[in-house]
């Protein structure tokens, strides 16, 4: 049995907050999640998908509906969908502010932390569930999540091509039907914006050029700008951050984008299979994207995720920073079973000083090869930053 990492601090905020905010991609298996929580959690709760014609129009009277409830877990599905809902939850709450009156779901995290921080300031914790991470399966699973990714329904198929098919369906209504039932305003054609999907793909990992994204789709700068937003908004793509906090030396300040799930964007590369993947030109963006999802999923709130590349191409893939004065720690991901580290980034290590260095790569074992740079197996990746446990 799959057991979410999230789970527990879900019942914990419950426990301590009038109302929960969790946000994540489609699919991801957020409703799963809510109502597993919700079957051994004490209270008695009632599920209510604002995507269902029939449980939208129980809250035509949202008031007559919910003050019979008050003694029960309201679930709220998709709860972006009914913006005016919010107001009425915070004076609900103000009436009888007691634990785990509402919990409520979305995709969009934007447009749902925006109502719910306007309507439930200081009244509502936040937490984000991401696709299956490799924490929460058997470690025999690594390969087939990279391959597939970790959507539920993609990594779990016991047959590949109903996998690849998923995916496929997927990223088809995600685009033509899912963002507009967010509430998107979207003016171009799916088929435009898979186009910037598939072209995003071949880039992975790389440098953001708007320009070179608005040539190459005839699509205005401003407009490229606005899809890309959506995209990051609804979880499709990471946009990371440079670094540059007191930094001497000039760097790159252009974001890098990937596809957050690996099994996303090898549909939209059309790798099928794994020696498809291992003969890929993106083998080595893939890897980093994959690594990158499972480390910035479960680390600490108090660390912001960044790269650095210096204007003459010295990199380092990660940086995780907490606190001014906190020293960060630094993270390369290698696709080898014997990583080799470039000068850049010893220079780059000079340069942050940081508290501790990992090279992220596929090997069974980890191993020091400095006092403060270790070779870390992708199965104990939770030791960057104390995160999860090492997996068996």
Same mark, same amino acid.
């Given at each position: 049995?799959?057991?979410?990492?999230?789970?527990?601090?879900?019942?914990?905020?419950?426990?301590?907050?009038?109302?929960?905010?969790?946000?994540?991609?489609?699919?991801?298996?957020?409703?799963?999640?809510?109502?597993?929580?919700?079957?051994?959690?004490?209270?008695?709760?009632?599920?209510?998908?604002?995507?269902?014609?029939?449980?939208?129009?129980?809250?035509?009277?949202?008031?007559?509906?919910?003050?019979?409830?008050?003694?029960?877990?309201?679930?709220?599905?998709?709860?972006?969908?009914?913006?005016? #809902?919010? @107001? /009425? =939850?915070? !004076?609900?709450? %103000? &009436?009888?502010?007691?634990?785990?009156?509402? $919990?409520?779901? *979305?995709?969009?995290?934007?447009?749902?932390?925006?109502?719910?921080?306007?309507?439930?300031?200081?009244?509502?914790?936040?937490?984000? #569930?991401? @696709? /299956? =991470?490799? !924490?929460?399966? %058997? &470690?025999?699973?690594?390969?087939?999540?990279? $391959?597939?990714? *970790?959507?539920?329904?993609?990594?779990?198929?016991?047959?590949?091509?109903?996998?690849?098919?998923?995916?496929?369906?997927?990223?088809? #209504?995600?685009?033509?039907?899912?963002?507009?039932?967010?509430?998107?305003?979207?003016?171009?054609?799916?088929?435009?914006?898979?186009?910037?999907?598939?072209?995003?793909?071949?880039?992975?990992?790389?440098?953001?050029?708007?320009?070179?994204?608005?040539?190459?789709?005839?699509?205005?700068?401003?407009?490229?700008?606005?899809?890309?937003?959506?995209?990051?908004?609804?979880?499709?793509?990471?946009?990371?951050?440079?670094?540059?906090?007191?930094?001497?030396?000039?760097?790159?300040?252009?974001?890098?984008?990937?596809?957050?799930?690996?099994?996303?964007?090898?549909?939209?590369?059309?790798?099928?299979?794994?020696?498809?993947?291992?003969?890929?030109?993106?083998?080595?963006?893939?890897?980093?994207?994959?690594?990158?999802?499972?480390?910035?999923?479960?680390?600490?709130?108090?660390?912001?995720?960044?790269?650095?590349?210096?204007?003459?191409?010295?990199?380092?893939?990660?940086?995780?920073?907490?606190?001014?004065?906190?020293?960060?720690?630094?993270?390369?991901?290698?696709?080898?079973?014997?990583?080799?580290?470039?000068?850049?980034?010893?220079?780059?290590?000079?340069?942050?000083?940081?508290?501790?260095?990992?090279?992220?790569?596929?090997?069974?074992?980890?191993?020091?090869?400095?006092?403060?740079?270790?070779?870390?197996?992708?199965?104990?990746?939770?030791?960057?930053?104390?995160?999860?446990?090492?997996?068996?």
């Amino acid at each position: 049995m799959i057991k979410r990492n999230l789970e527990q601090k879900l019942v914990k905020s419950l426990e301590q907050n009038p109302a929960v905010v969790l946000t994540g991609p489609r699919q991801a298996g957020k409703t799963t999640l809510a109502k597993m929580v919700a079957a051994s959690f004490p209270k008695e709760s009632i599920y209510l998908d604002l995507e269902d014609t029939e449980d939208k129009r129980k809250l035509t009277e949202p008031k007559l509906f919910l003050e019979r409830l008050t003694d029960k877990l309201v679930i709220i599905d998709e709860a972006q969908i009914i913006p005016e #809902l919010f @107001p /009425l =939850l915070r !004076s609900m709450i %103000d &009436v009888d502010r007691k634990p785990a009156r509402f $919990l409520l779901l *979305g995709s969009a995290a934007p447009s749902l932390e925006r109502q719910s921080n306007q309507s439930l300031a200081g009244r509502v914790a936040y937490h984000n #569930l991401s @696709p /299956l =991470l490799l !924490s929460e399966l %058997d &470690v025999s699973y690594m390969n087939k999540l990279w $391959l597939q990714g *970790g959507f539920p329904l993609s990594v779990l198929a016991e047959d590949e091509d109903f996998s690849i098919q998923w995916r496929k369906n997927f990223i088809r #209504l995600y685009l033509g039907y899912d963002l507009r039932l967010m509430g998107y305003d979207l003016r171009l054609e799916p088929t435009v914006l898979e186009e910037i999907l598939e072209l995003m793909a071949h880039y992975q990992g790389q440098t953001l050029n708007v320009n070179s994204i608005s040539s190459a789709i005839k699509l205005s700068r401003p407009s490229v700008t606005k899809y890309l937003n959506i995209l990051k908004q609804t979880f499709m793509i990471r946009m990371l951050r440079p670094y540059s906090t007191n930094l001497k030396t000039q760097i790159v300040k252009s974001p890098k984008f990937y596809i957050r799930d690996t099994g996303i964007l090898h549909n939209l590369l059309k790798i099928n299979n794994f020696d498809s993947l291992l003969s890929s030109k993106t083998l080595g963006a893939s890897w980093e994207s994959f690594c990158l999802e499972q480390i910035i999923a479960q680390i600490d709130d108090s660390f912001s995720p960044y790269y650095l590349r210096t204007s003459n191409k010295q990199e380092v893939d990660l940086v995780l920073k907490s606190g001014v004065k906190k020293p960060p720690i630094i993270v390369e991901f290698k696709y080898s079973k014997s990583p080799k580290l470039e000068k850049g980034f010893y220079a780059i290590k000079e340069m942050l000083k940081p508290q501790k260095c990992y090279v992220v790569y596929p090997g069974k074992e980890s191993y020091p090869i400095s006092k403060d740079i270790e070779i870390l197996s992708i199965k104990d990746i939770g030791k960057i930053c104390n995160m999860s446990p090492n997996l068996n």
